[in-house]
């Protein structure tokens, strides 16, 4: 069974940085893509980032091109999400989830397994 847990949201000013993390089990994830969605309250859950975990290609959302990194650690079975120059619109909470499939999409209907989320507050 796949487990994502996710870790490292908080409370930052605008303009900071936060780093998350997820931690993923219970496969050899060679195969899949790893991608980070958000939702704010009230809104629907959007696409952030994603990543094939074989390949490394990677694909972000317009709103946080050049502001986001995703990466991912083989050795230690984690992605992350590199957060810098946060606004308050990113306010949101951030969940990781897991694709069977080495194929990048933003679409979080295509993603089979989902962690728990984690809040980021950014003030203003």
């Known amino acids: 069974q796949v487990q994502l847990v996710e870790s490292g949201g908080g409370l930052v000013q605008a303009g900071g940085s936060l780093r998350l993390s997820c931690a993923a089990s219970?496969?050899?994830?060679?195969?899949?893509?790893m991608g980070w969605f958000r939702q704010a309250p009230g809104k629907e859950r959007e696409f952030v980032a994603a990543?094939?975990?074989?390949?490394?290609?990677?694909y972000y959302a317009d709103s946080v091109k050049g502001r986001f990194t995703i990466s991912r650690d083989k050795a230690r079975n984690t992605v992350y999400l590199q957060m810098n120059s946060l606004i308050p619109e990113d306010t949101a909470v951030y969940y990781c989830a897991a694709r069977s499939s080495v194929i990048v999409t933003t679409s979080s209907l295509s993603y089979n397994y989902w962690g728990q989320g984690t809040q980021v507050t950014v003030s203003s």
């Open positions: 219970g496969r050899t994830f060679s195969t899949y893509a």
């Open positions: 990543q094939s975990w074989s390949i490394g290609s990677t």
